[in-house]
């Protein structure tokens, strides 16, 4: 009966010495939800969260929201003009078909003692969209003296278009 007291009073002394190590160094986390369990449950602040499929892996996942595109002044021109087409190009040419609702009374700032210019801003636009040269645009509309000028007021166009897209995504 004594070997067996030596044993058992061996084990006890084994089982107490790993509990001591557990206890006196415990995870931040386990110590600070050890009673409620709620950092089993993820409710706890810190706890483990599952992702969108249930799964604790939500670094891996991929995000619910695609970065969207931005178009630029340049790029949007770029389309007008035809020479890049695809799937950003829809939108682009789909704002500048309703262009004159883009129009607004405040933007007449932009191009001071020219404010007859917006009524043409249209069929400029229109006209830049199938290829024609500025300096032609120019000669076929009044209110412009040069190509420069349709230049500036398709420059205006674009990033009215561009901010518009840019602020509806």
Do not use: W
């Not at 557990?22 to 810190?46: D, I, K, V, W, Y």
């Not at 007008?80 to 500048?96: C, D, F, I, N």
């Not at 009524?119 to 229109?126: E, H, N």
């Not at 009044?142 to 007021?153: I, N, R």
Request: charged residues 20%.
């Amino acid at each position: 009966m004594s070997q067996f007291n030596k044993v058992y009073s061996q084990v006890l002394a084994f089982i107490r010495q790993l509990l001591h190590q557990e206890n006196s160094n415990p995870p931040r986390q386990s110590r600070q939800n050890m009673f409620t369990g709620l950092g089993r449950l993820g409710l706890a602040p810190n706890g483990p969260r599952a992702g969108s499929n249930g799964n604790l892996g939500n670094y891996t996942e991929p995000s619910s929201q695609v970065k969207r595109h931005k178009y630029s002044v340049a790029e949007v021109k770029r389309i007008l003009r035809g020479l890049e087409k695809g799937p950003l190009a829809y939108p682009v040419l789909y704002q500048a078909s309703t262009f004159g609702a883009l129009l607004d009374e405040r933007m007449v700032r932009y191009f001071r003692g020219r404010e007859r210019m917006f009524d043409r801003l249209p069929y400029v636009l229109l006209q830049y969209t199938q290829g024609k040269n500025c300096l032609d645009i120019a000669h076929s509309v009044s209110y412009f003296s040069d190509g420069d000028d349709v230049e500036d007021a398709i420059d205006f166009a674009a990033l009215l278009i561009s901010n518009q897209l840019n602020r509806q995504r």
